[in-house]
């Protein structure tokens, strides 16, 4: 089975403008969660898709918006980037039929906001 | 909500020695704890997770223990090997949240 994948790998932008990050999950997969992680705050919870709905959200601003389509590939959103922005957002992916499900994790996006 | 304190940040050790590491939560709702390894460049890997209804789980040379009174569990590795060199997570979840919560992460270093 193919593991989580996730484009762009790298990404580099300027404070200011907008990104759109992709994640595929596992195959049958119907969860996706999306997580930032900096060497300061470590791994944060940014938000969890399952069916295309919102289930939880971790404390972040409004700029952070994600979505799921009906396949349960996912896109998360960061709009007027700001220099703290830059991060690995990692995907994870578990088939959502519990809040204690495992979760995979993709190699992540590489963001960084210049 | 949910806090996980990870210890220690850094942890080094000799080629054949065993590295533990301990982590505490707050939220006694929380269920599953699952460990992840995270080498250079790559997503976290999940290594071993145990559920709050298992005290001990192994798995090869890994084994993590879950002290629910005491809201704690702990990461053994033995025999430890130089490719075991890695920054390790550990993680706390509950039924409802649907998110993980980590801990800050220890830098495991094993020396030939």
């Known amino acids: 089975k193919a593991g989580v994948t996730q484009t762009p790998r790298y990404l580099i932008k300027t404070r200011g403008q907008q990104v759109t990050l992709s994640c595929s999950p596992i195959s049958g997969h119907r969860s996706v969660s999306w997580y930032q992680q900096t060497p300061g705050q470590g791994l944060q919870f940014l938000f969890e898709y399952f069916s295309e709905t919102q289930r939880n959200k971790g404390n972040f601003p409004g700029r952070f918006s994600g979505r799921q389509f009906s396949n349960s590939r996912s896109e998360m959103n960061v709009s007027t980037l700001e220099l703290g922005d830059s991060a690995l957002y990692l995907c994870a992916s578990s088939s959502g039929l519990a809040g204690s499900d495992t979760q995979y994790f993709g190699p992540g996006t590489r963001l960084t906001v210049l | 909500g949910e806090n996980v304190e990870q210890h220690p940040s850094t942890l080094s050790v000799q080629e054949g020695d065993s590295a533990v590491i301990k982590c505490t939560y707050s939220?006694?709702?929380?269920?599953?704890f699952p460990w992840y390894k995270q080498e250079l460049g790559k997503g976290p890997q999940l290594i071993i997770d145990i559920r709050s209804n298992v005290g001990e789980k192994k798995d090869q040379r890994i084994a993590v223990t879950l002290n629910k009174t005491a809201k704690h569990f702990s990461l053994h590795i033995t025999e430890t090997q130089p490719e075991d060199s890695a920054v390790y997570f550990c993680?706390?979840?509950?039924?409802?949240?649907?998110?993980?919560?980590f801990g800050k992460g220890t830098s495991l270093l094993v020396t030939p």
């Open positions: 993680a706390a979840s509950s039924n409802s949240g649907y998110a993980l919560n």
């Open positions: 939220d006694s709702a929380s269920n599953y």
